[in-house]
Protein backbone atom coordinates (compact mmCIF):
# COMPACT_ATOMS: atom_id res chain seq x y z
CA UNK A 1 0.00 0.00 0.00
CA UNK A 2 1.38 3.30 -0.95
CA UNK A 3 0.59 6.87 0.64
CA UNK A 4 -2.40 7.40 -1.63
CA UNK A 5 -3.75 4.15 -1.40
CA UNK A 6 -4.33 4.79 2.67
CA UNK A 7 -5.51 8.21 1.76
CA UNK A 8 -8.07 6.59 0.01
CA UNK A 9 -8.72 4.08 2.55
CA UNK A 10 -9.34 6.88 5.53
CA UNK A 11 -11.37 8.24 3.49
CA UNK A 12 -14.23 5.59 2.53
CA UNK A 13 -13.75 4.72 6.49
CA UNK A 14 -14.36 8.34 7.78
CA UNK A 15 -16.23 9.56 4.66
CA UNK A 16 -14.49 12.86 4.62
CA UNK A 17 -12.95 14.23 1.86
CA UNK A 18 -9.70 12.88 0.29
CA UNK A 19 -7.93 16.25 0.64
CA UNK A 20 -9.00 16.51 3.87
CA UNK A 21 -7.63 13.30 4.71
CA UNK A 22 -4.43 14.06 3.14
CA UNK A 23 -3.77 17.26 4.95
CA UNK A 24 -4.28 15.02 8.41
CA UNK A 25 -2.34 12.36 7.31
CA UNK A 26 0.62 15.11 6.06
CA UNK A 27 0.23 17.42 9.41
CA UNK A 28 0.44 13.64 11.41
CA UNK A 29 3.49 12.71 9.43
CA UNK A 30 5.47 16.20 10.01
CA UNK A 31 4.57 16.33 13.69
CA UNK A 32 6.37 12.99 14.25
CA UNK A 33 9.64 13.66 11.85
CA UNK A 34 9.57 17.00 14.40
CA UNK A 35 9.38 14.92 17.14
CA UNK A 36 11.90 12.44 16.57
CA UNK A 37 14.56 14.93 14.80
CA UNK A 38 14.41 16.67 18.05
CA UNK A 39 15.16 13.39 20.21
CA UNK A 40 11.55 13.05 21.37
CA UNK A 41 9.90 9.57 21.17
CA UNK A 42 6.81 9.56 20.12
CA UNK A 43 4.75 6.75 21.45
CA UNK A 44 1.39 5.25 19.30
CA UNK A 45 0.11 2.82 21.76
CA UNK A 46 -1.35 -0.72 20.38
CA UNK A 47 0.92 0.42 17.01
CA UNK A 48 4.66 1.13 17.83
CA UNK A 49 7.41 3.97 18.72
CA UNK A 50 9.37 6.11 16.82
CA UNK A 51 12.59 7.14 17.90
CA UNK A 52 15.83 8.99 16.92
CA UNK A 53 19.24 6.19 16.99
CA UNK A 54 22.65 7.24 17.04
CA UNK A 55 24.67 4.72 14.25
CA UNK A 56 27.95 4.22 15.36
CA UNK A 57 30.75 5.23 12.65
CA UNK A 58 32.66 2.22 11.02
CA UNK A 59 34.70 0.73 7.95
CA UNK A 60 33.10 -0.15 4.68
CA UNK A 61 33.98 -1.26 1.69
CA UNK A 62 34.23 -0.07 -2.23
CA UNK A 63 32.31 -2.87 -3.45
CA UNK A 64 33.65 -1.94 -6.97
CA UNK A 65 37.12 -1.82 -5.78
CA UNK A 66 37.39 -2.98 -2.60
CA UNK A 67 38.75 -0.59 -1.05
CA UNK A 68 37.73 0.12 2.64
CA UNK A 69 36.21 3.39 3.34
CA UNK A 70 35.38 5.09 6.45
CA UNK A 71 31.39 5.55 6.99
CA UNK A 72 30.68 8.63 9.36
CA UNK A 73 28.46 8.44 12.66
CA UNK A 74 25.16 9.16 11.83
CA UNK A 75 21.86 9.08 13.05
CA UNK A 76 18.62 7.26 11.96
CA UNK A 77 14.81 7.05 12.57
CA UNK A 78 13.78 3.30 14.27
CA UNK A 79 10.54 2.10 14.61
CA UNK A 80 9.54 -0.80 17.48
CA UNK A 81 6.30 -2.31 16.71
CA UNK A 82 3.90 -2.24 19.42
CA UNK A 83 3.10 -6.01 21.30
CA UNK A 84 -0.90 -5.05 19.82
CA UNK A 85 0.56 -5.11 16.88
CA UNK A 86 2.93 -7.86 16.84
CA UNK A 87 0.26 -10.10 18.05
CA UNK A 88 -1.95 -9.27 15.01
CA UNK A 89 0.46 -10.26 12.94
CA UNK A 90 0.91 -13.75 14.48
Known sequence: MNKQELIDRIA???KLPKTQCEAVLNACFDHIKKS???GEDVKLVGFGTFTKTKRKARTGRNPQTGKEIKIP????PKFRAGAEFKNMLK
Open 73 to 76: ATWA
Open 12 to 14: ADT
Open 36 to 38: VKK
